[in-house]
C-alpha cells in the first residue's frame, strides 16, 4: 500500500482521560442506549493484558492496520510499536477505528521496546520461520500465568538485532503445505486467536471502569463538550 495514499495516517497512543473514570462513565453513560453500554462494559471486561503484539518496524500501513484490528478483535488492550521508515501509519479501510479502544504505545526504537515491554513484566518471543515454541506453547505460559509479548519485524528484514538480542525465545507458526512463511498480518492473527483463547481477563475493578470511561469518550460526540456542561452544573 502506498504511504501517501488518502487512506493512511499517521498512528498515535490514545489521549488520557483528563477527569476522573467514575465522573465520566456517570454522565456518558446517560448518552449512550442500554444495548451500547452493555457492549462497552462487555468489551471492558473481556479485555487481557496478559499478551502484548510488539510491532517492530512494519513498513506496509496495511499490516499494521490489520494487526492492530486483529488485536482488537480478541480482546488484547496493549500494543507497543517501532516506527517504521515511513512512521506508523494505519490504512483506514483496513484499521476501521480499531486503534481508538486499544493501548498503543510507541517507542524511538528497538531497543527501548524491548526494555519497556521486559520491565513491564513480558517474556518477548520473536516470530521467525525456525523458532522453537508454537502458538499453543506460549498459550500455555499464559495460562499458568506469565505474561507474552509476541515480536513481529519489518516485512522484508523480519525483527531488529536489538529485539534478537532481548528476546526470550523465538516461535513459529506450524504449516503443513508448500510455502514457508505467512504474511506478518496473518501470523499476527493466527497468534493472538490461538493464545488468547487461554489467557485470563481483567480483575482489577479499577481497570475495568478505565477502559469503561475511555470508551465513552470514544462513543459519545462532543464528550469532552458534554462533561464541561454537565460537571460545571
Known sequence: MRHDS???????????????????????????T?????????AARGRTRSIVPVLD???????????LRSAEAFGVQGVHAVPGPYGFRAARSV????????????????????????????????????????PEALGERVARGERVAIVLGNERDGVSDAMRARATGSYRVPMHGFVESLNVSVAAAT??????????????????QQ????YLMHSVNDAEGVLDLQLAR
Open 6 to 32: 488518502d487512506d493512511v495516517f499517521e498512528l498515535t497512543g490514545p489521549p488520557a482521560l483528563t477527569r476522573p473514570p467514575e465522573d465520566v462513565i456517570r454522565v456518558l453513560s446517560a448518552m449512550v
Open 211 to 214: 477502559l469503561v470511561a475511555r
Open 191 to 208: 497468534t493472538l486467536y490461538t493464545i488468547t483463547q487461554r489467557a485470563p481477563r481483567l480483575a482489577s475493578e479499577e481497570d475495568v
Open 57 to 67: 518496524g512494519l513498513s506496509d500501513p496495511h499490516n499494521a492496520s490489520a494487526i
Open 34 to 42: 442500554p444495548a451500547r453500554m452493555a457492549r462497552i462494559e462487555a
Open 95 to 134: 484499521e476501521k477505528g480499531s486503534s481508538r479502544w486499544l493501548d498503543l504505545q510507541l517507542h524511538p526504537d528497538s531497543a527501548t521496546c524491548a526494555d519497556a515491554v521486559a520491565d513491564a513484566g513480558y517474556q518477548l518471543f520473536i516470530a521467525v520461520m525456525d523458532g522453537e515454541e508454537t
